[in-house]
Protein backbone atom coordinates (compact mmCIF):
# COMPACT_ATOMS: atom_id res chain seq x y z
CA UNK A 1 0.00 0.00 0.00
CA UNK A 2 2.78 2.22 0.46
CA UNK A 3 4.31 1.61 -2.70
CA UNK A 4 0.99 2.60 -4.33
CA UNK A 5 0.57 5.49 -2.05
CA UNK A 6 4.31 7.02 -2.94
CA UNK A 7 3.75 6.44 -7.02
CA UNK A 8 0.57 8.44 -6.88
CA UNK A 9 -1.49 7.23 -9.49
CA UNK A 10 -5.13 6.38 -9.63
CA UNK A 11 -5.29 3.94 -6.77
CA UNK A 12 -3.35 6.16 -4.27
CA UNK A 13 -6.36 7.35 -2.57
CA UNK A 14 -7.16 4.28 -1.44
CA UNK A 15 -3.90 2.79 -0.89
CA UNK A 16 -3.44 6.03 1.54
CA UNK A 17 -7.09 5.10 3.42
CA UNK A 18 -5.30 1.43 3.07
CA UNK A 19 -2.67 2.77 5.43
CA UNK A 20 -4.78 4.40 8.15
CA UNK A 21 -7.44 1.29 8.78
CA UNK A 22 -5.09 -1.03 9.58
CA UNK A 23 -3.01 0.85 11.76
CA UNK A 24 -6.87 1.39 13.35
CA UNK A 25 -7.57 -1.99 13.27
CA UNK A 26 -4.10 -2.74 14.49
CA UNK A 27 -5.06 -0.46 17.60
CA UNK A 28 -2.13 2.09 16.99
CA UNK A 29 -4.36 5.21 16.50
CA UNK A 30 -1.62 8.03 16.77
CA UNK A 31 -0.02 5.94 13.75
CA UNK A 32 -3.50 6.13 12.21
CA UNK A 33 -4.54 9.36 12.68
CA UNK A 34 -0.84 10.37 11.48
CA UNK A 35 -1.75 8.82 8.33
CA UNK A 36 -5.16 10.01 8.24
CA UNK A 37 -3.70 13.80 8.07
CA UNK A 38 -2.84 12.93 4.88
CA UNK A 39 -6.07 12.02 3.09
CA UNK A 40 -7.56 14.03 0.99
CA UNK A 41 -11.73 13.71 -0.17
CA UNK A 42 -10.69 10.94 -2.48
CA UNK A 43 -9.09 8.90 0.19
CA UNK A 44 -12.66 9.86 2.39
CA UNK A 45 -10.35 11.68 5.06
CA UNK A 46 -13.10 12.69 7.34
CA UNK A 47 -14.83 9.55 7.60
CA UNK A 48 -11.43 7.95 8.82
CA UNK A 49 -10.78 10.68 10.86
CA UNK A 50 -14.05 9.65 12.70
CA UNK A 51 -13.30 5.73 12.69
CA UNK A 52 -10.26 6.88 14.49
CA UNK A 53 -11.58 9.62 16.62
CA UNK A 54 -14.77 7.43 18.51
CA UNK A 55 -12.68 4.43 20.02
CA UNK A 56 -10.78 7.36 21.85
CA UNK A 57 -14.86 8.52 23.01
CA UNK A 58 -13.63 11.63 22.15
CA UNK A 59 -17.14 11.86 20.35
CA UNK A 60 -17.39 15.64 19.89
CA UNK A 61 -14.35 15.75 17.47
CA UNK A 62 -15.49 12.84 15.87
CA UNK A 63 -19.18 13.93 15.29
CA UNK A 64 -17.75 16.40 13.54
CA UNK A 65 -15.35 15.00 11.39
CA UNK A 66 -18.15 12.46 10.29
CA UNK A 67 -20.79 15.25 9.66
CA UNK A 68 -17.76 17.71 7.87
CA UNK A 69 -17.30 14.07 5.65
CA UNK A 70 -21.34 13.79 5.02
CA UNK A 71 -20.99 17.52 3.68
CA UNK A 72 -18.51 16.80 1.47
CA UNK A 73 -20.15 13.65 0.20
CA UNK A 74 -22.85 15.94 -0.60
CA UNK A 75 -20.79 18.44 -2.60
CA UNK A 76 -19.49 16.06 -4.33
CA UNK A 77 -22.87 14.45 -5.20
CA UNK A 78 -21.06 10.65 -3.91
CA UNK A 79 -24.46 9.29 -2.64
CA UNK A 80 -22.53 5.84 -1.46
CA UNK A 81 -20.24 7.84 0.42
CA UNK A 82 -22.62 10.15 2.12
CA UNK A 83 -24.57 7.36 3.70
CA UNK A 84 -21.49 6.01 5.00
CA UNK A 85 -20.62 8.86 6.82
CA UNK A 86 -24.21 9.42 7.68
CA UNK A 87 -24.27 5.74 9.32
CA UNK A 88 -21.09 6.30 11.32
CA UNK A 89 -22.63 9.74 12.49
CA UNK A 90 -25.61 7.66 13.49
CA UNK A 91 -23.53 5.04 15.43
CA UNK A 92 -21.49 7.62 17.45
CA UNK A 93 -24.73 9.93 18.17
CA UNK A 94 -26.73 6.39 19.68
CA UNK A 95 -23.72 6.64 22.46
CA UNK A 96 -24.12 9.92 23.41
CA UNK A 97 -27.31 10.90 22.53
CA UNK A 98 -30.17 8.22 21.77
CA UNK A 99 -32.98 10.84 21.58
CA UNK A 100 -31.27 12.27 19.04
CA UNK A 101 -30.22 9.13 17.31
CA UNK A 102 -33.48 8.46 16.27
CA UNK A 103 -33.32 11.08 13.47
CA UNK A 104 -29.56 10.33 12.39
CA UNK A 105 -30.92 6.51 11.69
CA UNK A 106 -34.17 7.72 9.75
CA UNK A 107 -31.53 9.66 7.72
CA UNK A 108 -29.20 7.02 7.82
CA UNK A 109 -31.80 4.79 6.22
CA UNK A 110 -33.38 7.32 3.92
CA UNK A 111 -29.95 7.37 2.56
CA UNK A 112 -29.25 3.42 1.65
CA UNK A 113 -32.73 2.75 0.58
CA UNK A 114 -31.66 3.19 -3.36
CA UNK A 115 -28.05 2.13 -2.50
CA UNK A 116 -26.90 -1.62 -2.33
CA UNK A 117 -24.32 -1.50 0.26
CA UNK A 118 -25.22 -4.20 3.04
CA UNK A 119 -22.76 -3.92 4.95
CA UNK A 120 -22.95 -0.09 6.19
CA UNK A 121 -27.41 -1.39 6.38
CA UNK A 122 -25.82 -3.72 9.17
CA UNK A 123 -23.27 -1.39 10.96
CA UNK A 124 -26.68 1.02 11.06
CA UNK A 125 -28.36 -1.76 13.15
CA UNK A 126 -25.86 -1.87 15.69
CA UNK A 127 -25.91 1.93 16.10
CA UNK A 128 -29.96 1.28 16.65
CA UNK A 129 -29.19 -1.27 19.28
CA UNK A 130 -26.44 1.03 20.68
CA UNK A 131 -29.53 3.94 20.85
CA UNK A 132 -31.86 1.45 23.18
CA UNK A 133 -28.57 -0.08 24.92
CA UNK A 134 -29.91 -0.63 28.47
CA UNK A 135 -33.82 -0.87 28.06
CA UNK A 136 -35.66 -4.24 28.15
CA UNK A 137 -38.73 -3.37 26.03
CA UNK A 138 -36.68 -3.09 22.46
CA UNK A 139 -35.99 -6.92 22.01
CA UNK A 140 -32.33 -6.89 22.18
CA UNK A 141 -31.14 -10.01 22.71
CA UNK A 142 -33.38 -11.39 19.61
CA UNK A 143 -32.19 -8.43 17.61
CA UNK A 144 -28.44 -9.49 18.35
CA UNK A 145 -29.54 -13.23 17.18
CA UNK A 146 -30.67 -11.95 13.86
CA UNK A 147 -28.39 -9.30 13.27
CA UNK A 148 -25.19 -12.11 14.21
CA UNK A 149 -27.05 -14.50 12.11
CA UNK A 150 -26.88 -11.63 9.30
CA UNK A 151 -23.40 -11.28 9.60
CA UNK A 152 -22.41 -14.51 9.38
CA UNK A 153 -24.49 -15.03 5.77
CA UNK A 154 -22.96 -11.81 4.67
CA UNK A 155 -19.07 -13.32 5.24
CA UNK A 156 -18.36 -9.60 7.09
CA UNK A 157 -16.51 -10.49 10.31
CA UNK A 158 -15.45 -7.52 11.11
CA UNK A 159 -18.90 -6.59 11.92
CA UNK A 160 -18.42 -8.50 14.86
CA UNK A 161 -16.13 -7.21 17.13
CA UNK A 162 -18.39 -4.22 16.88
CA UNK A 163 -21.84 -5.85 17.52
CA UNK A 164 -20.62 -7.43 20.68
CA UNK A 165 -19.26 -4.10 21.80
CA UNK A 166 -22.54 -2.78 21.40
CA UNK A 167 -24.05 -5.74 23.11
CA UNK A 168 -20.97 -5.18 26.11
CA UNK A 169 -22.19 -1.38 26.59
CA UNK A 170 -26.18 -2.64 27.18
CA UNK A 171 -25.08 -5.20 29.39
CA UNK A 172 -22.61 -2.97 31.38
CA UNK A 173 -25.79 0.04 31.35
CA UNK A 174 -27.97 -2.64 32.92
CA UNK A 175 -25.04 -4.06 35.12
CA UNK A 176 -25.97 -7.67 34.11
CA UNK A 177 -22.80 -8.68 35.37
CA UNK A 178 -23.12 -12.47 34.04
CA UNK A 179 -23.92 -11.17 30.57
CA UNK A 180 -21.61 -8.93 30.14
CA UNK A 181 -18.70 -11.39 30.94
CA UNK A 182 -20.34 -14.14 27.94
CA UNK A 183 -20.36 -10.86 25.82
CA UNK A 184 -16.66 -9.87 26.64
CA UNK A 185 -15.72 -13.37 26.20
CA UNK A 186 -17.42 -13.81 22.81
CA UNK A 187 -15.43 -9.96 22.38
CA UNK A 188 -12.36 -11.98 22.99
CA UNK A 189 -12.50 -14.41 20.85
CA UNK A 190 -13.80 -12.20 17.23
CA UNK A 191 -10.99 -10.44 18.29
CA UNK A 192 -8.22 -13.41 18.84
CA UNK A 193 -5.90 -12.31 15.68
CA UNK A 194 -5.10 -8.99 17.67
CA UNK A 195 -7.33 -6.97 14.69
CA UNK A 196 -10.02 -4.78 16.13
CA UNK A 197 -8.91 -5.79 20.12
CA UNK A 198 -9.22 -2.58 21.40
CA UNK A 199 -12.88 -3.02 21.43
CA UNK A 200 -11.88 -5.60 24.40
CA UNK A 201 -9.91 -2.90 26.14
CA UNK A 202 -13.51 -0.87 25.14
CA UNK A 203 -15.40 -3.07 27.47
CA UNK A 204 -13.34 -2.99 30.14
CA UNK A 205 -13.36 0.33 30.63
CA UNK A 206 -17.14 0.30 30.19
CA UNK A 207 -17.59 -1.72 32.66
CA UNK A 208 -15.56 -0.73 35.45
CA UNK A 209 -13.25 -3.40 35.10
CA UNK A 210 -9.37 -3.46 34.67
CA UNK A 211 -7.60 -5.29 31.70
CA UNK A 212 -7.31 -8.78 32.65
CA UNK A 213 -4.23 -8.99 29.56
CA UNK A 214 -1.75 -6.58 28.63
CA UNK A 215 -3.06 -4.62 26.17
CA UNK A 216 -1.37 -3.62 22.91
CA UNK A 217 -3.63 -1.15 21.75
CA UNK A 218 -2.14 2.53 21.68
CA UNK A 219 -4.85 5.74 22.31
CA UNK A 220 -3.92 8.93 21.34
CA UNK A 221 -4.95 10.31 24.88
CA UNK A 222 -3.92 9.11 27.94
CA UNK A 223 -5.08 4.91 29.09
CA UNK A 224 -7.11 7.15 32.36
CA UNK A 225 -8.40 9.17 29.80
CA UNK A 226 -9.90 7.29 27.32
CA UNK A 227 -11.15 4.76 30.29
CA UNK A 228 -12.84 7.61 31.97
CA UNK A 229 -14.67 8.65 28.68
CA UNK A 230 -16.12 5.68 28.47
CA UNK A 231 -16.93 4.51 31.72
CA UNK A 232 -19.20 7.73 32.18
CA UNK A 233 -20.93 6.67 29.06
CA UNK A 234 -22.34 4.56 30.88
CA UNK A 235 -22.97 5.85 34.40
CA UNK A 236 -24.84 8.71 32.16
CA UNK A 237 -27.37 5.95 30.27
CA UNK A 238 -28.07 4.58 33.49
CA UNK A 239 -28.45 8.08 35.11
CA UNK A 240 -30.91 8.90 31.83
CA UNK A 241 -32.67 5.27 32.23
CA UNK A 242 -33.93 6.07 35.79
CA UNK A 243 -34.87 9.68 34.92
CA UNK A 244 -37.40 7.57 32.62
CA UNK A 245 -38.12 5.17 34.65
CA UNK A 246 -37.00 2.50 32.38
Known amino acids: MRHVAARGGRLAPQAQRGIANLA ?92 DQRATVLHLQVAGLVRDAGTDDHGIADRVAVLRAQIDVASLPWLTPLLETALAFHHAVRGAEDDLAAAMTRLRDATASGDFSYFVDIAHYMAGLPLTAPSSTHWIDAEETVRTRWRTLVTARQARLQRSGQ
Not at 59 to 87: K, M, S, V, Y
Not at 88 to 107: C, K, N, Q, S, W
Open 24 to 115: RIAGDFPAALTAASTLTWKSRRHRVRGDILWPQGNFTAATQALRDGRAEAEQHNAPGERAIAQTRLALVTAFTDPDRAGEEIALARQYLEPL
